[in-house]
């Protein structure tokens, strides 16, 4: 099956901005819903924002007011900028149809730490 792949984590410092991306070779990519999901060492995997196939996006509060969720259907691409970064967004950070129905892929890490 295609995976889905991120990128784009890193080790930073609180209050920076990171923005990871997610593509997904798949030809019906602009006919979904997506979803950005992270999962913090010890604590289920949870929705952060997503993005409807005209580009509403919808955001968690773990991240509201700081996150920025965008795609691009022409390169099958999922965005994520995550301004102002706490400790508390350290997780693995996914990609995925809005419910998950795709094939998760191995994530990208996100560390906040000083």
Known sequence: QVQLVESGGGLVHPGDSLRLSCERPEVNFENENLGWFRQ?????????????????????????GRATVSRDNAKKMVYLQIDSLKPDDTAVYYCNTRWGAWLWGRGTQVTVSS
């Open 40 to 64: 913090a060492p010890g604590k289920v995997r949870e929705l952060v924002a997503r993005i409807s196939t005209d580009g509403t996006p919808r955001y968690e509060d773990s991240v509201k």
